[in-house]
């Protein structure tokens, strides 16, 4: 037998087996595990969202009081020349 066989006969002795039990209430528990991933990853996503807000705003108003895109003033006075 090639290994390939070896594993389909494995399965196939699994599957022949008595299936285990499975609990009734599986798919309810199921269910509302799911909607309470959901309604995390909404809140996560909103969070997320509102903290990317709160950035963008207060890098608006930290860039219109500093206006970094400004050339800073120079400490002394360019010589004056031409006169």
Do not use: Y
């Not at 399965?11 to 087996?17: A, C, N, P, S």
């Not at 009734?24 to 309470?36: F, Q």
């Amino acid at each position: 037998m090639t290994r390939h066989e070896d594993k389909e006969a494995a399965v196939r002795r699994l599957l022949d087996t008595p299936h285990p039990p499975v609990p009734r209430d599986l798919a309810a528990r199921a269910a509302a595990r799911g909607a309470r991933r959901l309604r995390r990853a909404r809140g996560v996503r909103r969070a997320l969202w509102v903290l990317g807000v709160i950035a963008a705003l207060a890098f608006l108003v930290w860039a219109s009081a500093v206006h970094p895109w400004e050339a800073p003033p120079a400490g002394t006075t360019p010589p004056l020349e031409g006169w």
